[in-house]
C-alpha cells in the first residue's frame, strides 16, 4: 500500500495528490448532503404521532396595511371560498380610509365567517405587522391559528382544509410558499433561491431542528404564541417570524405539509433592487440565530463553495487523469442533485424549476457569500 502511495506521490507529486483528494472528500460531503435532502421527497405525515382526531376549527388573520382595492376582489374572495366548513377569516385592516373599511364590512354579508378589524394608522404611531398581527390573533375565535399575507396567493380552494388538517400532527403547521411564477430569467432566479431556502428549513423541521417559517403560510396555537409573548423581538423590521417559530418549535410539535394543496405564491419583485432589498431585509435576523441554526446554513454554503474552488482548481491545474476525475465527480453531483430536486419540487407542487439547476446550483452560492458578507453593513444603514 505505501509502495503504491509513493509511486502516485512521485508520479503527480504531493500538492496534486492532496488537491484531488480534497476534491473525492467534498465530493462525497456533498452526495451525503444531497441524499440527507431527499427526507423533504420521502416524509410521510401520515407516519407521525397523531395529537387531534379531526382536524380542528381555524382562525386565519391577514393584516391589510393601506387600501389594495385588487385584493380584495381577488386573493381576498379565493381566501374567504375555502373549502373547510370550520374557519374563519380574521382581517385587520391598518389605515383610515372609511370607504375601504367598508366595502370590507360589506363582504361580511356574504361571508359570515369574515371578522374585520380597523386600526387607525397615525405617522405618530405606526402601527407594525407585529401589533397588527397581535390584535388579530387575540380578536381570533379559535385556538388553532394560520396567518398569511395580502401579498400570498392560494393556488387551491382546499388551502384552508389542508393547513387545518396538519394541527392533528403538531402545534405548529408549515406549508410551502415561493415567489409567483412570472416571465423571465430573473423571477426563475428569484424561484429557485427560496426554493432551496424553503427546502432546507423544511428538512431540518422534519428532523425535529425547525429554524425557518414563512409568514405566508404558518400556523400555530394561540397557547404557544401568548407563551413566549409572540413577535417579540421589537428592533426587527422583518424575519421576527424565524425568530418566533425557533422558541415556539420542538421536536415533535411541528407538522410539515408537503403537498401541492398547501402550495401557495407570494407576489413576485417587481425588480432585481427590490429583491436583494427583501433579502437583505429577511437576513437580518440571521445575528439571533443559535449556533445550530447558523450552522446548517453556513456549513451549507461553506461546503459548496469549497467543492466548486476546489473541483475548478483540479480541472485548471491538474493531469489529464485528475481533470477527467474531476469533471466526472461533478457531473456525477449534478445528476445526484438533479434528481433530489426534481423529486422534492414535485413533492410540494413547484413545477419548471428543477431544469436549470446546473447553472442555478453554480451561480447561487456565490451570490449568497456576497449577500452574507454585506448583510451586516445593510444592517447599520437601516438602523
Same mark, same amino acid.
Given at each position: 500500500m505505501s509502495l503504491v502511495r509513493d509511486i502516485i506521490v512521485d508520479g503527480y507529486g504531493i500538492a496534486a495528490v492532496?488537491?484531488?483528494?480534497?476534491?473525492?472528500?467534498?465530493?462525497?460531503?456533498?452526495?451525503?448532503?444531497?441524499?440527507?435532502?431527499?427526507?423533504?421527497?420521502?416524509?410521510?405525515? =401520515?407516519?407521525?404521532?397523531?395529537?387531534l382526531q379531526a382536524q380542528p376549527p381555524i382562525s386565519i388573520v391577514v393584516p391589510l396595511f393601506g387600501e389594495d382595492e385588487e385584493y380584495l376582489k381577488g386573493d381576498f374572495r379565493t381566501l374567504l371560498s375555502q373549502s373547510n366548513q370550520q374557519y374563519e377569516v380574521v382581517a385587520v385592516y391598518v389605515g383610515k380610509e372609511d370607504a375601504y373599511y367598508a366595502t370590507l364590512k360589506h363582504m361580511r354579508k356574504f361571508f359570515k365567517h369574515l371578522n374585520t378589524i380597523q386600526i387607525d394608522y397615525t405617522p405618530q404611531y405606526p402601527i407594525t405587522m407585529r401589533l397588527a398581527?397581535?390584535?388579530?390573533?387575540?380578536?381570533?375565535?379559535?385556538?388553532?391559528?394560520?396567518?398569511?399575507?395580502?401579498?400570498?396567493?392560494?393556488? =387551491?380552494?382546499?388551502?384552508?382544509?389542508?393547513?387545518?388538517?396538519?394541527?392533528?400532527?403538531?402545534?405548529?403547521?408549515?406549508?410551502?410558499?415561493?415567489?409567483?411564477?412570472?416571465?423571465?430569467?430573473?423571477?426563475?432566479?428569484?424561484?429557485?433561491?427560496?426554493?432551496?431556502?424553503?427546502?432546507?428549513?423544511?428538512?431540518?423541521?422534519?428532523?425535529?431542528?425547525?429554524?425557518?417559517?414563512?409568514?405566508n403560510c404558518m400556523g400555530f396555537t394561540k397557547s404557544l404564541y401568548f407563551g413566549v409573548r409572540g413577535f417579540n423581538h421589537l428592533d426587527l423590521t422583518a424575519g421576527e417570524d424565524d425568530l418566533f417559530i425557533q422558541s415556539i418549535a420542538t421536536e415533535d410539535n411541528v407538522s410539515v405539509l408537503l403537498t401541492p394543496n398547501a402550495h401557495c405564491a407570494e407576489k413576485a419583485p417587481h425588480s432585481f433592487s427590490s429583491w436583494l432589498t427583501e433579502v437583505y431585509r429577511q437576513g437580518q435576523t440571521r445575528r439571533y440565530?443559535?449556533?445550530?441554526?447558523?450552522?446548517?446554513?453556513?456549513?451549507?454554503?461553506?461546503?459548496?463553495?469549497?467543492?466548486?474552488?476546489?473541483?475548478?482548481?483540479?480541472?485548471?491545474?491538474?493531469?489529464?487523469?485528475?481533470?477527467?476525475?474531476s469533471a466526472l465527480l461533478l457531473l456525477v453531483r449534478y445528476i445526484v442533485m438533479g434528481v433530489a430536486n426534481s423529486k422534492i419540487a414535485t413533492r410540494v407542487g413547484e413545477k419548471g424549476i428543477a431544469a436549470w439547476d446546473p447553472i442555478f446550483d453554480f451561480f447561487e452560492p456565490w451570490v449568497r457569500f456576497v449577500i452574507r458578507a454585506t448583510q451586516r453593513e445593510r444592517i447599520s444603514v437601516w438602523r
Open positions: 492532496v488537491l484531488i483528494l480534497i476534491v473525492v472528500a467534498l465530493f462525497i460531503e456533498q452526495i451525503v448532503s444531497l441524499c440527507r435532502s431527499m427526507i423533504v421527497a420521502k416524509f410521510k405525515q =401520515t407516519a407521525r404521532k397523531q395529537f398581527l397581535n390584535i388579530g390573533i387575540k380578536s381570533a375565535t379559535y385556538e388553532h391559528i394560520v396567518v398569511t399575507t395580502p401579498e400570498t396567493s392560494l393556488t =387551491t380552494r382546499d388551502w384552508a382544509t389542508y393547513m387545518a388538517r396538519g394541527f392533528m400532527y403538531g402545534d405548529i403547521v408549515l406549508g410551502y410558499c415561493n415567489w409567483e411564477k412570472g416571465p423571465g430569467v430573473m423571477n426563475l432566479f428569484y424561484r429557485k433561491y427560496r426554493f432551496s431556502e424553503v427546502s432546507r428549513y423544511l428538512a431540518e423541521a422534519i428532523r425535529g431542528r425547525l429554524y425557518g417559517a414563512s409568514r440565530y443559535t449556533q445550530s441554526a447558523r450552522n446548517v446554513e453556513g456549513c451549507a454554503l461553506l461546503m459548496r463553495l469549497s467543492f466548486f474552488v476546489a473541483t475548478i482548481g483540479a480541472i485548471v491545474l491538474l493531469p489529464l487523469e485528475f481533470k477527467l476525475l
